[in-house]
């Protein structure tokens, strides 16, 4: 890992290479317009992204290099930044342009922002603080026409990123959590073994087959085949095979339909997080996007209520700390993932 600069503040945040070498989404691509400064936090740095008049987004240090002020506490004034303590300007190049004071005189070269690459995907905005080994995670369905997409969220979770993306990954908790619409605490479903298949691309399970009373934003029953992916350590994916079932859970032949979900993470710190998600889904008709977002937004309250509890706060990758049955493999094999990536920031 090369950082793009060394951190110049006292608490620099997280220093653990193979979290700084991620992409890591920051928000929505509509989060983002021109003329207004944004102050976000990642891995404990604080950051300013702004957008400029011809749409292109800049995330930098929230610092000025002249006295380290917050930017963010500054203003855009014609496609720059205009630092609140003295009035330097940065254009969108990182390149300071004026200083008031001497106005006449041509800003030092050294008088740059410090900015971190930004790549705009699937309506998310990653960034990332050190120098990616891949690149962001592929997203087939947000170019398959058969899908309908909806980009969702924020979620903020006082919680570890891992212990959250796991709960994401997990089809035992269901019946529990989302009792009524994911599973049934009376009737919950007996998970048969499954597999997971860890390669050097990350994680893909074998199907795993539910039954939710309201399997989704359409509130019908639905025989649920989840399959779950891990490419990256702080992005998930998943896919709902579902057939509708009849009152009896039979199969109602020829409704074959297929949900999923990009779910990504972004670590705020070892025990914040934010929840963003692109939700897929084939559907005809299908819900309406705020359907599909006030659906996510009743499912996650009810993760969150759960996953901002758990203890330790930070997920422990030792397997001989918590207690694993053969129905949470896929939560193995993803400590295991964390284990051979050598992440150390927010683990133990
Ligand atoms: S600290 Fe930014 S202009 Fe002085
Ligand atoms: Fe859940």
Redesign the pocket.
Known sequence: MTLAHPPLTVDAGCKDPAMLDEWHVIGLTGDFTSGTLYPLRLLERDLVAWRDTRGVLHVWEDL??????P?SK?WVRDDHVV??????RYDGSARCTL?PAAPADRPMKKARTFPHPVEERYGLVWTTLGTPTAPVPAFAEWSDPSYHTVVCGPWEFRANGFRSLENFLDATHFPFVHNGTNGNADAPDVIPPYEVEVSEEGLVSSEIAVRQPEGDARGVPVISNYTYSVHRPLVGHLRKRMVDADADWNPVPGTEHFYTNLMTIQPVSEKECVLRVVAAFTMRPGPSDDEVRARLHVVFTEDQEIVERQRPERIPADLRFELHHRTDLMGQRYRQYLRSKKISYGII
């Open positions: 000025c290099v002249h006295r380290g002020a930017l500054g630092c609140p303590y003295h009035g330097w200083m």
